[in-house]
Nanobody, 115 residues
Framework: QVQLVESGGGLVQPGGSLRLSCAAS????????MGWYRRAPGKEREWVAH???????NSADSVKGRFTISRDVAKNTVNLQMNLMKAEDTAVYYC?????????WGQGTKVTVYS
């Protein structure tokens, strides 16, 4: 069973930066895809970004140019560098990983952008 554990959430002011990390365990192989979703208060879950085992990345228009996703395939970890943060980035961020036709999810880490 694959388990994902996020870290790095917290409080940040508008224009500031945070770095989220997620570590996967329980798989002898690297996950095919790792990425992030978020759920803001009172809103639907929103896909943020993902990165494949080959290093191909994609991100939502709302974070393009501000958020950067990266991973260490050998360690099965994924990071989300968040810069130029805005109040609308406030959400619980969930790491996910995909392998063998199954999605796995972390418990979430809370990010609050406040002024």
């Amino acid at each position: 069973q694959v388990q994902l554990v996020e870290s790095g959430g917290g409080l940040v002011q508008p224009g500031g930066s945070l770095r989220l990390s997620c570590a996967a365990s329980g798989s002898s192989r690297s996950l095919a895809v790792m990425g992030w979703y978020r759920r803001a208060p009172g809103k639907e879950r929103e896909w943020v970004a993902h990165i494949t085992r080959a290093g191909v990345t994609n991100s939502a228009d709302s974070v393009k140019g501000r958020f950067t996703i990266s991973r260490d395939v050998a360690k099965n970890t994924v990071n989300l560098q968040m810069n130029l943060m805005k109040a609308e980035d406030t959400a619980v961020y969930y790491c996910y990983g995909y392998i063998d036709q199954t999605n796995y999810w972390g418990q979430g880490t809370k990010v609050t952008v406040y002024s």
